[in-house]
């Protein structure tokens, strides 16, 4: 499954990748804010000591940055995509279709959902463009 970028994507991906050394899959990009993807293991690099490369690349980009680790495990991605909270997730059939069921303390599911729907929005985004996941439900 090949991801498409925009040019305005591919350009911050390369900057990323310069500033800070890690291998980043995919970047998406929201109004304010750029999502990269970074390889799995490449986490600590994209972030660098004390949060340096992050900045970096924030005060470059002019956004903020938020940046998930990739995983071929479709689970461990999605848990990846809503971190630091602690989030349970099921895949589920409904219709031919796969969903992903993610369940998550009451008092976090706003976060989980975001301000119009924005982080869930994002999660749905990414889950399509590195895994066959059609939907992603909040319980």
Known sequence: MGVKLSSESIRYLTLFESITGAS??????????????????????AIGKGGINV???K?????????VE????????ITNIFKPIK???????????????VTVNPQYKGLVIGKGGKNINKAKELVKRH???EDIIIK
């Open 55 to 57: 900045e970096k690349a």
């Open 87 to 101: 989030v349970n997730v099921k895949l589920i059939e409904r219709k031919g279709k796969t969903i992903a069921q």
């Open 24 to 45: 980043v899959k995919d970047c998406l990009v929201q109004d304010e804010k750029v999502i990269f993807v970074v390889k799995k293991g490449d986490m600590g690099v």
């Open 59 to 67: 005060e470059l980009i002019g956004k903020k940055i938020e940046i």
């Open 131 to 133: 895994h066959d996941i």
């Open 70 to 77: 990739h995983s071929d495990d479709v689970l461990e991605f």
